[in-house]
């Protein structure tokens, strides 16, 4: 039997309704419904949506009654644990692919979160004529409440789908590298501090990396997809290093913390979103080291 999970999205991302037949995997525009909802509506129970509220009027007390500029969907067959399993890994890469393409076109915007809280509930309702009703639960949000409104237009909806073509042309291994990189760079967009700079580095050593030879792998793929911040990545490799084995608590504790700042006039973290982001969108493009 398939299954729709829905993830409620309001953290300020908004845009047009299109779905990845790639993944199995896309996003809704409540306000613009449309053929999406109106496929999802024939094919899933769904009769309690209510396109005046933008909510499931059965639903309410785990939604809460306020207005989603987004719902992310993800359609799977099989139990309701791995439906959610498989529809919270595809949607955070879906999101950080989406994230690293809007990026690309505007290199200075800000990815900063503000201090409200995004939405963490989710629910899946089942296939029609199943005779199971829904049910749902919460988990970590899958983005965070940006501080700045960003919007997926049609032209970034072909980006991220031509993406994911090029994905697939990779060998498998690198491909399942790309996407194990997206996945930690959507962990890294909704952690804090020096958390989200070890993700960061957790999705560069992803896409790049190679036993007992972590770092130099690193430094060709950053000077690769990412050439204008490789004079950066020996010190943002020293302050992963300091992070990993327990010689800073936090990323200002680093010795070289502010001799990097004075020097290159940025902070660590700023430059490692970035470097991710360069080399997440561009993974696709070209085959990995």
Known sequence: MRRLTV???????SGVSFFSKKIGAGLIDPDGEGDLMNWVHRNFELATWNSVTKNFDDADRMLGNEAF????????EGTGDWAFEQANLKL????????????????????????????RAWIQFPEIGSGDGWSGSV???????LASRKLITGTIVLEIEAWFDRCDLLAPDIKIRINKGAYY????????????FIFYYIALDSLFGKRRDVEAAIQKGI????????????????LRNEIVHGGSRTLKEWPRYEKYVNHFDTEPLADIERIAMNCLYRAAQVTAP
């Open 7 to 13: 993830f409620p999205i309001m953290p300020h991302i």
């Open 69 to 76: 500029t987004y719902l992310g969907i993800s359609i799977e």
């Open 92 to 119: 955070r890469v879906l999101l950080a692919v989406a994230i690293a393409v809007i990026s690309s076109k505007d290199p200075s915007a800000s990815l900063a979160a503000s201090i409200a809280l995004p939405p």
């Open 139 to 145: 988990s970590d949000p899958l983005l965070p409440y």
């Open 185 to 196: 760079v959507n962990l890294a967009l909704n952690a804090k501090g020096m958390v989200k």
């Open 223 to 238: 000077e690769n997809f990412s050439c204008e911040f490789a004079n950066r990545s020996s010190w943002l490799f020293d």
